[in-house]
């Protein structure tokens, strides 16, 4: 093994870098080596980014493998007659100092250089990682298990600099998700429990989620895209019911139980139902349209949300979102209360007297003619012809 130590002369000699500081673990036991091997601070803080990574990952064993072995292995690189008799500590401040290429730092304090491993010390800027994080990745280097290999390649593939959570996402990155388009958009290892979490539920309600469909959409990604998008493009493609609706006794009937049916559905019907796909595949809501069974006729769709015990109406849409004729809106609601949909509800009377009551009461809702939600209307359609005649098929 070639190892150079310093030995600047006034030819070539180069400017100083300016120093920058580091604080946190590094930091003290750099200061533990100073006392021992005073200006070792204040060099470090000269050093580049990829000598002082080198460093840190040093030091990153230092209590693993103890300060005698590390000193041994360096009395026996013979790195100079004068640093023989060096006791452990100042040795190794000395030779962190004279030791000016990051690979015969690196291969001198930990006793090897695996392949690739400088590379990635070259890309994670200044700032010290954990020493964990030191210690997992010059693991991965050095081992030979296909996954770690993958794990290896995979950092190379990702482009820019390197985060140190980026190393421990990949420890415990579902391993159909190793892909650099989105590992390179994953900086916080909370957030895989997160993405493991919410793919699990999106295999349940995505019959297309398989592995190689999910491994398929990674490739898709684009730049500014992040797990958030992931997530939201398979949610678009749900067909399968978080909680279903039997309609099975009625063909007027028909649940929109897929993304690709909502989508259908708010084109033709001309509103945002697109926008609601979030609020069914995660069972909060489930949409219903009533297809009459003449042409002529106008169809509906109902809102229903889930309680706990099944469903109840919320509102019924016509075309455009206008307000649905009264005796249409009667059928629909009759038509799903047979199907089990629980219906609002108010005071057994007149609609005059409700009318008039709710209104003096600030009870808005029980008045107003387009309150599709509450069992018989209270309000007859006749007081807005226009609208019902704007209904369209």
């Given amino acids: 093994m070639e190892l150079r130590l310093a030995s600047k002369t006034k030819n070539d000699a180069k400017p100083e870098r300016k120093p920058v500081p580091y604080c946190g673990w590094v930091l003290d036991r750099i200061i533990e080596l100073d006392s021992f091997c005073p200006g070792l601070l204040a060099e470090t803080?000269?050093?580049?980014?990829?000598?002082?990574?080198?460093?840190?990952?040093?030091?990153?064993?230092l209590r693993t493998h103890g300060i005698e072995e590390i000193a041994h292995r360096l009395r026996r690189l013979e790195l100079a007659p004068e640093f023989q008799d060096l006791n452990d500590a100042v040795l190794l401040g000395r030779a962190i100092i004279h030791l000016r290429r990051?690979?015969?730092?690196?291969?001198?304090?930990?006793?090897?250089?695996?392949?690739?491993?400088?590379?990635?010390?070259?890309?994670?800027?200044?700032?010290?990682?954990?020493?964990?994080?030191?210690?997992?990745?010059?693991?991965?280097?050095?081992?030979?298990?296909?996954a770690d290999r993958r794990r290896v390649k995979l950092l190379g593939q990702i482009e820019g600099d390197l985060v140190g959570a980026q190393i421990e996402i990949l420890k415990i990155l579902d391993p159909i998700l190793m892909h650099p388009a989105l590992v390179s958009k994953i900086h916080d290892v909370e957030h895989v429990p997160e993405?493991?979490?919410?793919?699990?539920?999106?295999?349940?309600?995505?019959?297309?989620?398989?592995?190689?469909?999910?491994?398929?959409?990674?490739?898709?990604?684009?730049?500014?895209?992040?797990?958030?998008?992931?997530?939201?493009?398979?949610?678009?493609?749900?067909?399968?019911?978080?909680?279903?609706?039997?309609?099975?006794?009625?063909?007027?009937?028909?649940?929109?139980?897929?993304?690709?049916?909502?989508?259908?559905a708010g084109r033709r019907y001309r509103n945002c139902l697109a926008s609601r796909i979030s609020d069914v595949i995660l069972g909060t809501h489930l949409f219903v349209e009533y297809r009459p069974i003449s042409r002529s006729e106008p169809g509906v769709i109902a809102e229903l949300r889930r309680i706990e015990r099944g469903f109840f109406l919320e509102n019924l849409y016509g075309v455009g979102n206008t307000r649905v004729r009264a005796d249409r809106a009667n059928l629909v609601r009759r038509k799903l209360a047979a199907c089990g949909v629980a219906l609002l509800d108010h005071a057994p009377a007149s609609p005059e007297m409700i009318h008039a009551v709710a209104g003096m009461l600030g009870a808005w809702p029980l008045g107003l003619p387009d309150n599709n939600a509450w069992g018989e209307e209270v309000i007859d359609a006749a007081d807005h012809p226009e609208r019902a005649l704007d209904e369209a098929a």
């Fill in 195 to 264: 993405l493991h979490h919410a793919l699990a539920y999106i295999r349940t309600y995505c019959s297309g989620a398989t592995d190689a469909g999910i491994r398929a959409s990674l490739g898709l990604l684009r730049p500014d895209d992040s797990r958030v998008d992931l997530v939201r493009a398979w949610s678009k493609r749900f067909d399968l019911l978080p909680y279903g609706l039997d309609t099975s006794s009625d063909a007027t009937l028909v649940v929109l139980a897929s993304a690709a049916a909502m989508n259908d």
């Fill in 45 to 61: 803080f000269r050093f580049g980014s990829k000598r002082r990574q080198a460093l840190f990952m040093g030091l990153a064993f």
């Fill in 102 to 146: 990051p690979r015969d730092l690196v291969a001198a304090v930990l006793g090897e250089r695996p392949n690739g491993l400088l590379g990635a010390l070259a890309r994670l800027g200044p700032e010290p990682l954990k020493a964990d994080q030191y210690r997992e990745l010059y693991r991965l280097f050095a081992s030979t298990a296909p």
